[in-house]
């Protein structure tokens, strides 16, 4: 069961990379007239039809605008989605630290971040995986969703922190995400596989 559930979470964490394209990076532009919100608007929407080494020039351009701090966040949050569907978790993740730490409320550097952790499952990337998910539980509402490809729902954060409670054997933390989830959605894929893996825990 455990070796299924890995080959499962390797092939259908949201999909999150299916989509794969583009490459490269760095800035363009730059100087006085940039306007980082709409480099960073362009970069949205180049991330979204996966012309991902144009979302990078967009996002850095944006950070070359001279930003406000909320401006900066939002840009890394981008370069750090972008780096992940390149599957490139490191820089993906160093770019959501810095989104977090010019914007400790950024929503989606968190999730960006724990899915980075949870699809890179190095060892220690689980107890991290643990700590930015209780980041997480303090942030958002029931209401979330991430707006931009994949189409990440609430009940979807709760199954990736639930995850991360099973692999660091906190097992009781783990059974209560996913019947948060089953609650809402008795359906979910995800929440149905942790259940039967909790059970043969015993929990």
């Not at 780096?83 to 977090?100: G, K, P, R, S, V």
């Amino acid at each position: 069961m455990e070796k299924n559930f890995k080959i499962y979470l390797l092939i259908s964490i949201f999909v999150f990379l299916s989509g794969c394209g583009g490459g490269g990076g760095g800035s363009s532009g730059g100087g006085s007239s940039v306007n980082p919100d709409k480099y960073i608007e362009e970069g949205w929407n180049k991330y979204e039809i996966k012309d991902y080494t144009s979302a990078l020039n967009n996002f850095n351009s944006a950070l070359s605008g001279n930003p406000t701090s909320l401006q900066a966040s939002k840009a890394y949050t981008g370069i750090g989605w972008v780096y992940l569907q390149l599957h490139n978790y490191d820089t993906a993740i160093q770019n959501f630290d810095l989104a977090e730490t010019k914007n400790p409320y950024e929503q989606d550097a968190y999730v960006g971040e724990l899915v980075a952790l949870c699809t890179r499952q190095k060892t220690e990337d689980w107890k991290k995986a643990v700590e930015v998910g209780t980041i997480l539980e303090t942030l958002i509402k029931s209401t979330y969703q991430f707006l931009y490809y994949p189409y990440t729902k609430y009940t979807d954060v709760l199954c990736l922190i639930a995850l991360s409670y099973y692999y660091t054997n906190n097992y009781s933390e783990a059974r209560k995400r996913v019947n948060t989830v089953l609650d809402k959605d008795p359906n979910n894929n995800f929440a149905l596989l942790l259940d039967e893996l909790l059970k043969i825990k015993g929990y």
